[in-house]
């Protein structure tokens, strides 16, 4: 078998399965897989928030995708998708953005042996019953005994990293019209944050990745969708696919116009 029929038959391959594969509550079952997400209601209320309009986005952008070639394209409903995919973007950041500081902190903890003073310490009397705090020592004692749940957060956190990187990528852009630079007191201004196109095997509005003068890639709503409906399936990558996508975020700043 040569190169060519290997190319053909992965070229002919859709680069996006049907919409109707997905299950309804397939993103919500996805996050809770993450250790420690399912222990927290309002997280759970939240991601079944961002599931029902993953679900809306879905068929709106299959829609889309179909009558793509019409003579009267669904215009209407392009702006639509183009005005709503931001705003979903921003949640599933918030979302994890929530989930990891505290299954870091939890680790960290763990990691001291400090569990135990810090459910002590948000169970003390503070005049009236915190509902969420109670819950959160709770946690914090149920942790004490289940070491397995803290090297469960280890390594959920490695697997998410990726998926959470790019997505925090693009909604920095979009939200800040910066360029995600970690450890930069000033980050770069982002290249035309906000300007997106219709992705025509899916219909997903499709957002560029850039850093300076490098485009990184691009990267859909409905791809970043997918990377959470799959991580249950993600493996714990090893530290040098880590550290390679670390570096391939983070491009060394060159100027075009330097000599060499």
């Not at 897989?33 to 997280?43: R, T, V």
């Not at 880590?242 to 391939?248: E, K, P, T």
Request: proline share 6%.
């Amino acid at each position: 078998m040569d190169d060519d029929h290997i190319n053909k038959d992965y070229n002919d391959q859709p680069r996006y399965r049907s919409v109707a594969e997905n299950g309804p509550g397939d993103l919500v079952e996805a996050l809770k897989s993450l250790a420690g997400f399912s222990e927290k209601p309002f997280l759970i209320v939240q991601a079944g928030q961002l599931c029902m309009v993953d679900n809306l986005l879905n068929a709106l952008e299959d829609d889309v995708m179909c009558h793509q070639a019409d003579d009267d394209r669904p215009r209407d409903k392009m702006a639509l998708l183009g005005a709503l995919s931001p705003m979903w973007i921003y949640a599933p950041y918030e979302l994890q953005r929530t989930w990891r500081p505290r299954r870091e902190e939890v680790i960290k903890l763990a990691d001291s042996g400090g569990l135990d003073f810090k459910a002590g310490h948000l169970e003390r009397d503070l005049g009236y019953r915190h509902y969420d705090r109670e819950l959160r020592a709770e946690q914090l004692r149920d942790t004490c005994q289940r070491p397995e749940l803290v090297a469960q957060m280890r390594i959920d956190l490695r697997r998410a990293e990726i998926g959470f990187t790019t997505l925090e990528f693009i909604r920095v852009a979009l939200a800040k019209h910066e360029v995600s630079k970690k450890g930069s007191k000033k980050p770069p201004i982002a290249f035309a944050p906000g300007m997106a196109r219709q992705n025509q095997y899916c219909g997903s509005m499709e957002y560029e990745m850039s850093n300076g003068g490098t485009i990184i890639g691009t990267v859909t709503r409905r791809d970043i969708a997918e990377t959470i409906r799959f991580i249950p399936e993600t493996e714990n990558p090893s530290d040098d696919t880590l550290a390679g996508f670390r570096a391939y975020m983070n491009p060394p700043d060159i100027d075009p116009f330097a000599r060499g």
